[in-house]
């Protein structure tokens, strides 16, 4: 799987979880970033198809797109 989309599906659930904690009324500020971060990987783990989403988003996003291609690149190019 490429790295940008990885990247992009985690930053997602990161988000969704901070949203989700704020919902709550409690204020990000009294959980650890790390604790954020493995709440983010187990909600990623549990909903698959934010990969497939993640998927479609870079490939739709010029930008992202772009990244997606570099990167791609770069890893055939250490495969060498």
Known sequence: MNSVIMRYAFLTARKIVS?????????????????????????????????????????????LRTLYERREWEMRRLRR
């Not at 783990?45 to 993640?54: K, R, T």
């Open 19 to 63: 949203e989700d904690w704020r919902n709550q009324g409690r204020k990000l500020s009294a959980i650890e970033p790390r604790d954020i971060t493995s709440l983010a990987i187990a909600y990623l783990e549990g909903n698959p198809q934010l990969i497939e989403e993640a998927g479609e988003a870079v490939r739709n996003s010029p930008r």
